[in-house]
């Protein structure tokens, strides 16, 4: 059974940086989708940002410019950069991984928290 594990999570002021790994446990064939969600209290899980197999990115114009999505297929791992972060960034993040198995694979979260 294929496990995501996200980390990078934590707490940091508004301005600062934080990078987000998450790591499958073992190889996924056929990956073509990989995101991140990100959900608070009163927002159900909202994608931040996805990238597909063709290298094509796509963003919420809340994260637009400041956070950047990236991946190593070889090593099993998504990444997120994020700058200039904003108290309303905060939340837990989870990875998410499709495959042309088909199959779809979730992450158990990783808190974000930015004060202000």
């Known amino acids: 059974q294929v496990q995501l594990v996200e980390s990078g999570g934590g707490l940091v002021q508004a301005g600062g940086s934080l990078r987000l790994s998450c790591v499958a446990s073992q190889s996924i064939p056929g990956i073509n989708y990989m995101a991140w969600y990100r959900q608070t209290p009163e927002v159900e899980r909202e994608l931040v940002a996805h990238?597909?197999?063709?290298?094509?990115?796509t963003y919420a114009d809340s994260v637009k410019g400041r956070f950047t999505i990236s991946n190593d297929i070889a090593k099993n791992t998504l990444y997120l950069q994020m700058n200039s972060l904003k108290a309303e960034d905060t939340g837990v993040y989870y990875c998410?991984?499709?495959?042309?198995?088909?199959?779809?694979?979730w992450g158990r979260g990783t808190q974000v928290t930015v004060s202000p």
């Open positions: 998410k991984i499709e495959s042309s198995w088909p199959a779809v694979y």
């Open positions: 990238i597909r197999s063709s290298g094509d990115t």
